[in-house]
């Protein structure tokens, strides 16, 4: 008996679990604003377009640069002296993203992570639009070259937002470069 116990005593003494890491949401949906530079484009198809893509990865920068797929997608309808006119641009580029704030760990102090995590990154790669403007008799659509340069800040574990400069080159005789204003969201 005395030896059961013993084995009983030495079952219930063990180490306490090892903290897991704080879970990293990798998906979600990125939403915005683009805002087409060209006096042409905004008059035909208005000032600002809807801008979303499917979001995937984490929010917080990398500690060290990286480079990712960039995926977006914006949209708009205008009535333009009786015409119905719509556009529609969806830009798939390989980007490269670098912190702008470095962490330090301190030996023997607790890891926090701090709210804005800022980062910085550029992107080249292609762009297809399709483009119904009725007072220019076209409708069609194209592709075009683009890059970008942008900025942003991760805010905690689960949002971002960012401003980027989208360069896209000409499709239909529009030039389709404008800013990005958007927002991140993971789940």
């Known amino acids: 008996m005395p030896t059961l116990l013993l084995a009983l005593l030495a079952l219930g003494q063990t180490e306490a679990p090892a903290p897991k890491?704080?879970?990293?949401?990798?998906?979600?949906?990125?939403?915005g604003t683009y805002l087409p530079t060209s006096a042409a484009v905004?008059?035909?198809f208005g000032d600002?377009?809807?801008?979303?893509?499917?979001?995937?990865?984490?929010?917080?920068?990398?500690?060290?640069?990286?480079?990712s797929p960039?995926?977006?997608?914006?949209?708009?309808?205008?009535?333009?002296g009786g015409f119905q006119n719509r556009a529609f641009m969806a830009s798939l580029s390989a980007q490269y993203q670098?912190?702008?704030?470095?962490?330090?760990?301190?030996?023997?102090?607790p890891f926090k992570l701090p709210t804005f995590l800022p980062y910085a990154g550029v992107?080249?790669?292609?762009?297809?639009?399709?483009l119904r403007s009725q007072a220019d008799n076209i409708?069609?659509?194209?592709?075009a070259p683009s890059g970008s340069l942008y900025v942003g800040t991760s805010i905690g574990l689960r949002s971002f937002v960012e401003a980027r400069w989208r360069a896209v080159g000409k499709v239909q005789g529009f030039d389709l470069?404008?800013?990005?204003l958007s927002v991140g969201l993971r789940f």
């Open 48 to 67: 600002n377009w809807f801008s979303f893509s499917p979001g995937f990865g984490p929010v917080l920068p990398p500690p060290v640069p990286r480079l």
């Open 123 to 130: 992107s080249l790669g292609g762009a297809y639009a399709n």
């Open 177 to 180: 470069s404008g800013l990005d």
């Open 70 to 80: 960039d995926f977006n997608l914006a949209t708009q309808r205008k009535t333009f």
């Open 42 to 44: 905004r008059s035909r």
């Open 98 to 109: 670098w912190p702008l704030f470095q962490l330090y760990v301190t030996e023997g102090e």
């Open 139 to 143: 409708n069609g659509s194209g592709f």
């Open 21 to 31: 890491p704080p879970y990293i949401p990798l998906y979600g949906v990125n939403v």
